[in-house]
Structures are given as structure tokens and as C-alpha cells.
């Protein structure tokens, strides 16, 4: 049985905050991803592709296992910084909400309240009605240059904080992931798959034998071509590569972008 539901905040076209070049929406379920990818079956990832604020998802929730729902703030004061943890007001924080607001205010320090209670929070309000244990957490502000560095930089560890104040061991046999990856294009808002049809915006974009600079040339995509690559991708050299297989019968690659984290507007390849 799980014993953590997680929420990742925004998503289906609301991008959250967004500053730095990261959008609020992509940075939690990346963090959704390795709580998930860390704590193995005890965790319950809610549907990514949903925004939970705006289709009241809460409503129709069915879990018995706390549910946390993962922000990141935002001032537009650069230097407000730190994470906190926002529970109903009336209420009393629970074990959960004070393991978690410990850490979360030792990894990320700042705010002057480690928990906060709110009453117009329509999440919260929606949890407490139906008896749900709920909490929300703010990650930091993504519009604090040294938050977002340290969400960005120690994701695993942040992660780590979650699965230890819900009680779960962090599983061994998950791959490390310390800095961001690229993730698939408009993964932060419905697609959840890399691969698909990939427009070249670039004049001349070379096929390579491998994924890296040193891969031989074997071929070019220009302008307007399109390209269906499969759900692989490999960050190597500063870029993104993205694999199909040719009509030889031969797995080509090809560099979709610079490895930023993210999709950028000035990737050599956009889907389509
Ligand atoms: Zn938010």
C-alpha cells in the first residue's frame, strides 16, 4: 500500500512560475519523478498530465495515504528565498507536516514560518473537507537564483526529504539523477513520451553513426524535414540526441538541442 500520494502543482497548459528559463509545472514533476523513482511502490504519482488545482481532482480523490502537492513560489523579489509547508488553517500540523517542514527549512532555508496555515487555498480547503491528510509544500522560489540552483542541483536530494518524512525507504536500485535532464518536449504540460515527429528548424543538421560529436556523419536533415524518432534520448556532448532508424536498417542519431533541462526555443528539432 502507498504510503505517500504526491500531487505535482499546475500542468495541462498552466505553467506555474516560471523564471530562470524553468516553468513551476516542469520542475515539480521532475521532483514528482524522483520520489516516485526513489520510493518505488510505497509512493503513488497522481496523473502528470492533469492540472489537480483546476479539474478539482481532490473532489474524486480516492488514497488512503497522505497526500503532499508540490509549488514553487514565486516574489518577483529576487531575494526572497526558502520552502515552506502550507497546511488548512485550524488545523494542527500532524507528524508528517513537522518532519517535513524541518527539512524542508534546513534544505532550503529563508521563510521566517516554517508551516503556514491558509483558508483560501482551494486544494486545501478540498482535502480538509473530505478528511483527506493533505499538505502543500512551496520548494523553494523559482524566481531565487540560489533556490532554483539548489532544486536544480540536488533534485535527488531534495526527493530524499519527501520519502523520509513519509517513512519510506529510498530505494537502491534507481539510477542517480543529480542534474537536470532534458525532458521530452512539452513534457511539463500533456506529452509524456519523447519520441513522435520531430520538424528540423534548422538549415543543416547532421546524422551521425553515434550519439556524440565523434559519431560520424552520415546524413543531413535541413529546414522543414521531419523526422519520427523512437522514445530513446541521450545526453551527451551538450546535447540532446534522439535515435530513429534508418531505411538501411541502421540506428541513426541525431542532436535535438542543447542539454538545458528543458525545450528551448532554439532547439534544432521540435515536435510536432
Ligand atoms: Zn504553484
Redesign the pocket.
Known amino acids: 500500500m502507498a504510503k505517500l500520494f504526491v500531487i505535482c502543482?499546475?500542468g495541462a497548459g498552466d505553467p506555474?512560475?516560471c523564471a530562470g528559463g524553468y516553468t513551476?509545472?516542469e520542475r515539480?514533476r521532475a521532483l514528482g519523478r524522483r520520489i516516485r523513482a526513489l520510493g518505488g511502490s510505497e509512493v503513488e504519482l497522481g496523473d502528470m498530465s492533469r492540472n489537480w488545482y483546476a479539474d478539482g481532482g481532490i473532489n474524486r480523490l480516492d488514497t488512503d495515504a497522505p497526500v503532499v502537492e508540490l509549488?514553487?513560489?514565486?516574489s518577483g523579489i529576487a531575494t526572497a528565498h526558502g520552502a515552506h509547508v502550507i497546511i488548512k488553517s485550524g488545523f494542527e500540523p500532524d507528524d508528517y507536516d513537522k518532519a517535513l517542514a524541518d527539512k524542508l527549512s534546513a534544505f532550503m532555508p529563508g521563510r521566517a514560518e516554517k508551516i503556514v496555515r491558509h483558508s483560501e487555498l482551494a486544494n486545501v480547503n478540498r482535502a480538509a473537507a473530505r478528511g483527506i491528510n493533505y499538505r502543500l509544500c512551496?520548494n523553494g522560489f523559482i524566481d531565487n537564483d540560489g533556490d532554483r540552483e539548489k532544486f536544480n542541483s540536488n533534485i535527488d536530494e531534495l526527493a530524499r526529504i519527501y520519502l523520509e518524512s513519509f517513512g519510506i525507504k529510498v530505494t537502491t536500485s534507481a539510477p542517480v539523477q543529480q542534474t537536470p535532464l532534458k525532458q521530452p518536449a512539452k513534457q511539463a504540460t500533456v506529452i509524456e513520451s519523447f519520441g513522435g515527429r520531430y520538424r528540423c528548424t534548422v538549415f543543416r543538421l547532421n546524422v551521425r553513426s553515434a550519439p556524440s560529436l565523434s559519431g560520424s556523419v552520415v546524413a543531413s536533415y535541413g529546414r522543414g524535414q521531419t523526422v519520427v524518432l523512437d522514445d530513446w534520448y541521450k545526453s551527451a556532448d551538450g546535447y540532446i540526441w534522439g535515435r530513429y532508424t534508418g531505411g538501411s536498417g541502421k540506428v541513426r542519431y541525431i542532436a535535438v538541442g542543447r542539454a538545458t533541462g528543458k525545450p528551448e526555443a532554439d532547439d534544432y528539432l521540435v515536435k510536432e
Do not use: L
Open positions: 502543482g499546475h506555474g512560475c513551476e509545472a515539480v509549488h514553487m513560489d514565486a512551496e
